[in-house]
Protein backbone atom coordinates (compact mmCIF):
# COMPACT_ATOMS: atom_id res chain seq x y z
CA UNK A 1 0.00 0.00 0.00
CA UNK A 2 2.60 2.49 0.91
CA UNK A 3 3.98 2.06 -2.87
CA UNK A 4 0.47 1.58 -4.38
CA UNK A 5 0.76 5.71 -5.62
CA UNK A 6 -1.12 8.38 -4.99
CA UNK A 7 -4.01 8.02 -2.86
CA UNK A 8 -4.41 4.35 -3.53
CA UNK A 9 -7.74 2.39 -2.88
CA UNK A 10 -7.75 -0.67 -1.64
CA UNK A 11 -11.33 -2.12 -0.71
CA UNK A 12 -11.71 -4.47 2.91
CA UNK A 13 -12.41 -7.91 1.85
CA UNK A 14 -15.78 -7.60 3.30
CA UNK A 15 -16.66 -4.45 0.64
CA UNK A 16 -15.30 -7.11 -2.37
CA UNK A 17 -17.44 -9.75 -1.03
CA UNK A 18 -20.43 -7.10 -0.67
CA UNK A 19 -20.38 -6.88 -4.81
CA UNK A 20 -22.97 -9.34 -5.52
CA UNK A 21 -25.21 -8.25 -3.10
CA UNK A 22 -25.58 -4.10 -3.73
CA UNK A 23 -25.22 -5.39 -7.39
CA UNK A 24 -28.59 -7.11 -7.03
CA UNK A 25 -30.14 -4.12 -4.70
CA UNK A 26 -28.87 -1.70 -7.28
CA UNK A 27 -31.38 -3.79 -9.87
CA UNK A 28 -34.21 -4.30 -7.73
CA UNK A 29 -34.34 -0.27 -6.73
CA UNK A 30 -37.24 -0.23 -4.31
CA UNK A 31 -39.92 1.84 -3.84
CA UNK A 32 -39.87 3.64 -1.17
CA UNK A 33 -36.07 4.56 -0.47
CA UNK A 34 -35.43 7.64 -1.31
CA UNK A 35 -32.26 8.40 -3.63
CA UNK A 36 -31.76 5.17 -3.33
CA UNK A 37 -28.85 4.75 -6.25
CA UNK A 38 -27.22 7.86 -4.53
CA UNK A 39 -27.28 6.38 -1.58
CA UNK A 40 -25.36 3.03 -2.68
CA UNK A 41 -23.29 4.97 -4.87
CA UNK A 42 -22.20 7.17 -1.78
CA UNK A 43 -21.74 4.25 0.56
CA UNK A 44 -20.77 1.77 -1.87
CA UNK A 45 -20.43 -1.79 -0.40
CA UNK A 46 -19.66 -1.96 2.89
CA UNK A 47 -22.73 0.21 4.21
CA UNK A 48 -25.40 -1.94 3.59
CA UNK A 49 -23.31 -4.91 3.38
CA UNK A 50 -21.64 -5.13 6.99
CA UNK A 51 -25.09 -4.07 8.14
CA UNK A 52 -26.76 -6.62 6.97
CA UNK A 53 -24.76 -9.35 8.21
CA UNK A 54 -22.45 -8.30 10.56
CA UNK A 55 -24.29 -5.86 12.69
CA UNK A 56 -27.76 -7.45 12.48
CA UNK A 57 -27.72 -8.93 15.77
CA UNK A 58 -26.41 -5.40 17.14
CA UNK A 59 -28.38 -3.19 19.40
CA UNK A 60 -27.97 -0.63 16.91
CA UNK A 61 -26.19 0.94 14.20
CA UNK A 62 -22.44 1.84 14.00
CA UNK A 63 -22.08 5.40 14.67
CA UNK A 64 -20.89 6.55 11.68
CA UNK A 65 -24.53 5.66 10.42
CA UNK A 66 -26.53 9.16 10.36
CA UNK A 67 -30.39 8.31 11.00
CA UNK A 68 -32.02 8.64 7.47
CA UNK A 69 -29.33 5.82 6.39
CA UNK A 70 -30.00 3.73 9.49
CA UNK A 71 -33.81 4.02 8.36
CA UNK A 72 -32.80 2.83 4.80
CA UNK A 73 -30.72 0.15 6.09
CA UNK A 74 -33.92 -0.92 8.41
CA UNK A 75 -36.07 -0.82 5.43
CA UNK A 76 -33.43 -2.92 3.36
CA UNK A 77 -33.03 -5.47 6.04
CA UNK A 78 -36.96 -6.24 6.06
CA UNK A 79 -37.75 -5.60 2.68
CA UNK A 80 -34.89 -8.07 1.00
CA UNK A 81 -32.78 -11.24 2.05
CA UNK A 82 -29.77 -11.03 3.85
CA UNK A 83 -26.60 -11.48 1.58
CA UNK A 84 -25.00 -14.47 1.62
CA UNK A 85 -21.77 -15.64 3.40
CA UNK A 86 -19.23 -13.13 2.44
CA UNK A 87 -17.01 -14.94 -0.05
CA UNK A 88 -14.83 -13.37 -2.28
CA UNK A 89 -12.31 -14.19 -5.37
CA UNK A 90 -8.50 -13.39 -4.91
CA UNK A 91 -6.60 -13.66 -8.24
CA UNK A 92 -2.73 -13.79 -9.31
CA UNK A 93 -1.87 -14.14 -12.90
CA UNK A 94 1.60 -14.71 -14.61
CA UNK A 95 2.86 -14.34 -17.73
CA UNK A 96 4.25 -18.24 -18.86
CA UNK A 97 7.04 -19.14 -20.56
CA UNK A 98 8.63 -15.17 -20.27
CA UNK A 99 12.50 -17.33 -20.37
CA UNK A 100 11.89 -18.31 -23.40
CA UNK A 101 10.53 -15.31 -24.99
CA UNK A 102 12.98 -13.31 -23.17
CA UNK A 103 16.15 -15.45 -24.26
CA UNK A 104 14.49 -15.11 -28.36
CA UNK A 105 14.86 -11.33 -27.96
CA UNK A 106 17.84 -9.77 -29.85
CA UNK A 107 19.20 -6.83 -29.46
CA UNK A 108 18.80 -3.68 -27.01
CA UNK A 109 15.37 -2.57 -29.37
CA UNK A 110 14.17 -5.60 -28.72
CA UNK A 111 14.47 -5.96 -24.99
CA UNK A 112 12.61 -2.24 -25.05
CA UNK A 113 9.90 -3.18 -27.30
CA UNK A 114 9.14 -5.63 -24.78
CA UNK A 115 9.44 -3.94 -21.89
CA UNK A 116 7.07 -1.41 -23.39
CA UNK A 117 4.16 -4.26 -24.07
CA UNK A 118 4.59 -5.62 -20.38
CA UNK A 119 4.59 -1.90 -19.44
CA UNK A 120 1.03 -1.61 -21.82
CA UNK A 121 -0.75 -4.54 -20.37
CA UNK A 122 0.25 -3.25 -16.69
CA UNK A 123 -1.64 -0.08 -17.68
CA UNK A 124 -4.75 -1.89 -19.80
CA UNK A 125 -4.87 -3.78 -16.38
CA UNK A 126 -5.46 -0.60 -14.26
CA UNK A 127 -7.94 1.16 -17.04
CA UNK A 128 -9.76 -1.68 -16.43
CA UNK A 129 -9.86 -1.40 -13.15
CA UNK A 130 -10.98 2.31 -13.13
CA UNK A 131 -13.61 1.31 -15.10
CA UNK A 132 -15.42 -1.38 -12.92
CA UNK A 133 -15.27 0.39 -9.35
CA UNK A 134 -15.57 -2.86 -7.81
CA UNK A 135 -12.40 -4.27 -8.94
CA UNK A 136 -9.63 -4.03 -6.67
CA UNK A 137 -5.99 -4.56 -8.40
CA UNK A 138 -3.64 -4.60 -5.85
CA UNK A 139 -0.74 -5.05 -8.15
CA UNK A 140 -0.09 -4.94 -11.90
CA UNK A 141 3.40 -4.53 -13.28
CA UNK A 142 5.73 -6.74 -15.48
CA UNK A 143 3.69 -9.81 -15.97
CA UNK A 144 2.16 -10.15 -12.96
CA UNK A 145 -1.79 -9.17 -11.45
CA UNK A 146 -2.97 -9.65 -8.03
CA UNK A 147 -6.16 -8.39 -7.82
CA UNK A 148 -9.16 -9.00 -5.46
CA UNK A 149 -12.67 -9.62 -6.93
CA UNK A 150 -16.03 -9.59 -6.63
CA UNK A 151 -17.81 -13.01 -7.21
CA UNK A 152 -20.39 -11.93 -9.75
CA UNK A 153 -17.64 -10.60 -12.04
CA UNK A 154 -14.34 -12.65 -11.01
CA UNK A 155 -14.42 -14.83 -13.86
CA UNK A 156 -15.08 -11.94 -16.23
CA UNK A 157 -12.51 -9.90 -15.02
CA UNK A 158 -9.84 -12.63 -15.16
CA UNK A 159 -10.80 -13.16 -18.61
CA UNK A 160 -9.95 -9.49 -19.23
CA UNK A 161 -6.97 -9.72 -17.87
CA UNK A 162 -5.69 -12.20 -20.18
CA UNK A 163 -6.66 -10.32 -23.34
CA UNK A 164 -5.16 -8.13 -21.98
CA UNK A 165 -2.34 -9.31 -22.05
CA UNK A 166 -2.79 -11.78 -25.22
CA UNK A 167 -3.03 -7.99 -26.86
CA UNK A 168 0.30 -6.93 -25.69
CA UNK A 169 2.31 -9.97 -26.96
CA UNK A 170 0.06 -10.09 -30.03
CA UNK A 171 3.10 -10.59 -32.61
CA UNK A 172 5.84 -11.53 -30.25
CA UNK A 173 8.10 -14.16 -32.50
CA UNK A 174 8.10 -16.50 -29.01
CA UNK A 175 4.44 -15.13 -27.58
CA UNK A 176 3.86 -15.95 -23.69
CA UNK A 177 1.08 -16.79 -22.72
CA UNK A 178 -0.67 -15.69 -18.95
CA UNK A 179 -1.83 -18.22 -16.19
CA UNK A 180 -4.25 -17.10 -13.46
CA UNK A 181 -4.81 -18.65 -9.93
CA UNK A 182 -7.83 -17.68 -8.27
CA UNK A 183 -9.36 -18.58 -4.47
CA UNK A 184 -12.62 -17.85 -3.78
CA UNK A 185 -11.97 -17.52 0.19
CA UNK A 186 -14.42 -16.25 3.32
CA UNK A 187 -13.65 -12.10 4.26
CA UNK A 188 -12.94 -12.98 6.92
CA UNK A 189 -10.09 -15.25 6.48
CA UNK A 190 -6.61 -14.21 7.04
CA UNK A 191 -5.69 -12.59 4.11
CA UNK A 192 -2.06 -13.76 3.89
CA UNK A 193 -3.50 -17.66 3.76
CA UNK A 194 -5.68 -16.53 1.05
CA UNK A 195 -2.83 -15.26 -0.78
CA UNK A 196 -0.80 -18.44 -0.12
CA UNK A 197 -3.85 -20.22 -1.51
CA UNK A 198 -4.28 -18.21 -4.51
CA UNK A 199 0.37 -18.80 -5.51
CA UNK A 200 -0.56 -22.60 -5.20
CA UNK A 201 -3.80 -22.21 -7.31
CA UNK A 202 -1.72 -20.55 -9.59
CA UNK A 203 0.90 -23.29 -9.74
CA UNK A 204 -1.36 -25.84 -10.42
CA UNK A 205 -2.72 -23.40 -13.65
CA UNK A 206 1.32 -23.67 -14.77
CA UNK A 207 1.28 -27.09 -14.19
CA UNK A 208 -1.35 -27.71 -16.89
CA UNK A 209 0.42 -28.76 -20.65
CA UNK A 210 1.56 -25.63 -22.09
CA UNK A 211 0.13 -23.30 -19.42
CA UNK A 212 -2.01 -20.89 -20.74
CA UNK A 213 -4.42 -22.08 -17.57
CA UNK A 214 -6.96 -21.35 -15.13
CA UNK A 215 -7.32 -22.96 -11.98
CA UNK A 216 -9.84 -22.07 -9.31
CA UNK A 217 -10.32 -22.81 -5.79
CA UNK A 218 -13.22 -22.45 -4.03
CA UNK A 219 -12.43 -22.96 -0.14
CA UNK A 220 -15.28 -22.86 2.51
CA UNK A 221 -14.54 -21.82 6.15
CA UNK A 222 -15.74 -25.53 6.42
CA UNK A 223 -14.86 -28.26 4.54
CA UNK A 224 -12.87 -29.54 2.19
CA UNK A 225 -11.32 -27.36 -1.14
CA UNK A 226 -12.79 -27.76 -4.60
CA UNK A 227 -10.41 -27.45 -7.03
CA UNK A 228 -10.96 -27.11 -10.55
CA UNK A 229 -8.33 -26.17 -13.95
CA UNK A 230 -8.13 -26.73 -17.16
CA UNK A 231 -6.89 -24.13 -20.47
CA UNK A 232 -8.73 -21.26 -21.12
CA UNK A 233 -10.48 -23.01 -23.71
CA UNK A 234 -12.59 -24.77 -23.46
CA UNK A 235 -12.24 -24.50 -19.24
CA UNK A 236 -13.91 -20.97 -18.98
CA UNK A 237 -16.12 -21.00 -21.36
CA UNK A 238 -17.77 -23.68 -19.43
CA UNK A 239 -17.63 -22.19 -16.24
CA UNK A 240 -19.44 -18.88 -17.79
CA UNK A 241 -22.14 -21.60 -19.23
CA UNK A 242 -22.15 -23.22 -15.65
CA UNK A 243 -22.72 -19.77 -14.36
CA UNK A 244 -25.02 -18.57 -16.66
CA UNK A 245 -27.02 -21.87 -15.86
CA UNK A 246 -27.47 -21.02 -12.25
CA UNK A 247 -27.93 -17.38 -12.64
CA UNK A 248 -30.98 -18.64 -14.62
CA UNK A 249 -32.16 -20.88 -12.53
CA UNK A 250 -31.88 -23.56 -15.13
CA UNK A 251 -30.05 -26.15 -12.92
CA UNK A 252 -30.38 -26.03 -9.35
CA UNK A 253 -28.09 -25.31 -6.22
CA UNK A 254 -27.85 -29.12 -5.83
CA UNK A 255 -26.88 -30.06 -9.18
CA UNK A 256 -23.64 -29.92 -8.35
CA UNK A 257 -23.50 -32.33 -5.44
CA UNK A 258 -25.52 -34.86 -7.64
CA UNK A 259 -23.64 -34.94 -9.60
CA UNK A 260 -20.19 -35.40 -7.99
CA UNK A 261 -22.48 -38.19 -6.23
CA UNK A 262 -22.53 -39.77 -9.83
CA UNK A 263 -19.06 -39.76 -10.59
CA UNK A 264 -18.33 -40.94 -7.11
CA UNK A 265 -19.92 -43.93 -7.99
Same mark, same amino acid.
Given at each position: KRFGGENPKFDSTIDVAAGPYLERLRQLNPAGLKSFEGYLNA?? /??? %???? +?????? !??? #? %???FGEEHVVALDQISREFPEPKPPYYAFLLGDGDNMGDTITGLKGKPDHQNFSE? *????????? =? *?????? =?? /? @??? #?? +????? #??? %?????? !?? #????? $????? =? @??? *? %? $??????? +???????? !???????? *??? /?? !????KQMPHKNALAVWAVPRSGAPVKASGHWEPFADDLRTAVQLYRDQTISPSFAYSLRDLLDT
Open positions: HR /NSI %PFSY +GYLYRH !ESR #A %PKER *LSRFAAAVR =A *LAAQHE =AW /N @VVF #AG +GDDVM #ALL %PLHEAL !EA #ARQFR $KCFDD =A @VAD *L %P $KRPTFSV +GMVIAHAL !EPLSEVRR *LAK /NA !ERQA
